[in-house]
C-alpha cells in the first residue's frame, strides 16, 4: 500500500512568488495535515482538513492557504514568499475517527527554498 | 498551555550500547494522547507509537520500549542494544483537541559504530 506522497520533493522559488505543495493521502484516509519544520522553529502545525473542509489553521498569516479535493489529496499554496518560509512542508494524512484513534502517518516532505 | 519538552538535543553512544530519551509535557487535559515518530536523514517522519492517557502499561516492541509515568508527566523512550540504523532525530508529540501534533524539539541520536 502507497504511504503518503507529496511533490515535489524540492522547490526553489524567489521572494514574492507563489508555490504550490501537493499531498496524496494514504488510501481510505480522508483528513489531511500540513506542518513546517523550519530551522531553529522545530515542526509547526499549518492546517487540518478533513472531507474536504478546511477543520483547523495554526498560527500562520493568510497567505498560507490550501484545498481539499474530493479524492481526498491536498494543496498547500504560499503566496508572496519571504525568506522565513524556506522550510520543509511535511504532509500527514490519518482515517477520519476519533480523537482516541487519531495516527498521522507522514510524507518524505517538500523542501522550499525561497531565495 | 500545552507544551511538550525533549531536553536532549544530541546524544552520541556507541553501538550496542542502551540509550534513554526523554520527553516531559504539560496539559491541561485529563484525556490525552502521546507520540513519537523517527526523523531518518530522508525527511520522513516515521510513526513509532501512540500512547492514549488512560492506558499506564509500558510497552515493549523488540529492542524499543516506551515508559509512561503520568506522576511525573513523562513518556521515555529507550533503545536497547543501539544500532547504526536508529541513527535519526526523535520527537515527542501530545495530540490536542484539534487534532493538532505538538512537538517536542526533538532529539538527534548518533550510535557511532
Known amino acids: 500500500e502507497a504511504g503518503v506522497t507529496q511533490s515535489p520533493t524540492h522547490l526553489i522559488k524567489t521572494r514574492g512568488q507563489q508555490a504550490t505543495l501537493r499531498c496524496s493521502p494514504i488510501?481510505?484516509?480522508?483528513?489531511v495535515y500540513w506542518y513546517q519544520q523550519a530551522l531553529g522553529l522545530g515542526l509547526q502545525f499549518l492546517l487540518w482538513?478533513?472531507?474536504?473542509?478546511?477543520?483547523n489553521r495554526g498560527n500562520f498569516p493568510p497567505r498560507f492557504s490550501g484545498r481539499q479535493f474530493p479524492n481526498y489529496s491536498s494543496e498547500l499554496n504560499v503566496n508572496a514568499l519571504e525568506l522565513e518560509d524556506s522550510a520543509l512542508y511535511l504532509c500527514?494524512?490519518?482515517?477520519?475517527?476519533?480523537?482516541?484513534?487519531?495516527?498521522?502517518?507522514f510524507g518524505a516532505g517538500t523542501r522550499l527554498s525561497v531565495l | 498551555a500545552q507544551k511538550v519538552t525533549q531536553a536532549q538535543t544530541e546524544i552520541s553512544v556507541v553501538e550496542k550500547e542502551d540509550v534513554t530519551l526523554d520527553c516531559v509535557y504539560e496539559?491541561?487535559?485529563?484525556?490525552?494522547?502521546l507520540f513519537w515518530y523517527k526523523q531518518p536523514p530522508s525527511g520522513e517522519l516515521v510513526f513509532l507509537i501512540r500512547r492514549n492517557s488512560f492506558d499506564e502499561q509500558n510497552e515493549i516492541s523488540g529492542r524499543y520500549s516506551w515508559n509512561f509515568q503520568k506522576s511525573t508527566s513523562s513518556f521515555n523512550f529507550t533503545i536497547t542494544a543501539s544500532q547504526v540504523v536508529d541513527s535519526a532525530v526523535y520527537f515527542c508529540a501530545l495530540l490536542d483537541s484539534n487534532y493538532q501534533l505538538i512537538w517536542g524539539a526533538g532529539t538527534k541520536l548518533i550510535i557511532k559504530p
Open positions: 500527514a494524512s490519518s482515517t477520519g475517527q476519533a480523537l482516541a484513534k487519531n495516527i498521522q502517518y
Open positions: 488510501s481510505g484516509h480522508t483528513s
Open positions: 496539559t491541561r487535559d485529563t484525556t490525552y494522547y
Open positions: 482538513y478533513d472531507e474536504g473542509e478546511e477543520r
